[in-house]
């Protein structure tokens, strides 16, 4: 895992996932402006998923 992404999913969770479909960030926006939590534990789980694809 790249440990800039995870800094930046903390600080600013849409522009952590700016790499995936335009969907997710959105999504990961919506989340954001409804919580700051949510918005953060979904933008981790997206970059463990990828981290997890990536090794297989």
Known sequence: ??????IL??????ASVTNKEVGTVMLTGLLTALGWLPGVAF??????????????
């Open 43 to 56: 933008a981790l789980f997206m970059i463990n998923q990828e981290g997890r694809q990536a090794k297989a």
């Open 1 to 6: 895992m790249d440990i800039r992404r995870l």
């Open 9 to 14: 999913a903390v600080i600013l969770p849409p």
